[in-house]
């Protein structure tokens, strides 16, 4: 896909963090940005920008974790934009825990809105795009994908599970001229960096999530199978992890990443129990 101009993309979790930064880059070049989150009134102001920026805005609010009612959304999104070029599963929980301490209420969210909303939803929507032979699929993960992050472990999962499955369904669809790619930003300068106020490690790249939006749009412009934004430091320490995960471990101790993560987990828990309704 060379030009988003008059395409349709669905962007789930469009209303804040990089889902924000994809949906104006995604204005910029003409596109008609179907918005799906679920805050109402953040995500008019998105779809608002959109159309200010030269696309069309259309908002769609929907909590992703009723997975029985996804076919419902799908329906809505027909209805409002026609057949969908492109799928951006975007939307994302992240709580930082020691392990013990998450409830199965967390478990469920995490593991729903991160991994279980973008298979039904493409799911739904793949049909359409087989049987026109044209779309595209991209699945946000992450560098905690890549390698299990400390005290972030449910997320890392479920992050793990969607690079795995973005893989196996690229192999699925290679004859039908749908793309899948996958993209894993390291620590983004937007969301949960600024809730916390987190203080990284020196051996962590901070991405502005304006590139990790260019790096989204440039995927599916390429056909990109896979883009890591924290680069070639992260390649190797990917490798350096499968050959030697003792190894891995250690370097993990040494440049202070799991410190930095529980730390987070910290400030992330005494955010909850001073706002539980805004920490959730």
């Not at 696309?55 to 419902?72: E, I, M, T």
């Not at 949960?192 to 051996?203: N, Q």
Request: aromatic letters at 4%; proline letters at 4%; hydrophobic letters at 45%.
């Amino acid at each position: 896909m060379k030009t988003f101009k008059g395409k349709a993309v669905v962007l789930t979790g469009a209303s804040g963090g990089i889902g924000a930064y994809i949906a104006r880059a995604l204005a910029r070049e003409g596109a008609t940005v179907v918005g799906v989150a679920r805050n109402q009134a953040a995500l008019d102001k998105i779809c608002a920008e959109v159309n200010t920026l030269g696309g069309k805005g259309l908002s769609l609010a929907y909590d992703l974790q009723n997975l029985a009612a996804l076919s419902d959304l799908a329906t809505q999104i027909r209805q409002g934009v026609g057949p969908v070029d492109v799928l951006i599963n975007n939307a994302a929980i992240e709580k930082f825990r020691p392990f013990q301490d998450y409830s199965l209420d967390d478990l469920q969210a995490m593991t729903v809105t991160n991994l279980l909303a973008p298979m039904e939803l493409s799911r739904l929507l793949l049909p359409a795009m087989i049987a026109r032979k044209s779309g595209h699929i991209v699945n946000i993960s992450s560098g905690a994908g890549k390698h299990g992050a400390p005290f972030n472990s449910v997320y890392s999962a479920t992050k793990a599970a969607l690079i795995n499955w973005s893989e196996a369904l690229r192999l699925e669809l290679q004859d039908d001229q749908i793309g899948v790619s996958v993209v894993c930003p390291g620590v983004t300068d937007a969301g949960m960096f600024h809730a916390l106020e987190i203080e990284t490690s020196d051996a962590l790249k901070i991405t502005p999530p304006d590139v990790v939006a260019d790096v989204v749009l440039n995927s599916i412009k390429q056909n990109r199978l896979e883009a890591n934004l924290d680069g070639f430091t992260s390649k190797v320490f990917s490798v350096i992890s499968q050959l030697s995960p003792r190894l891995s471990d250690t370097i993990l101790q040494k440049v202070g990443i799991v410190e930095a993560n529980y730390d987070c987990a910290q400030r992330q828990m005494r955010c909850q129990q001073a706002s539980p309704v805004l920490a959730k």
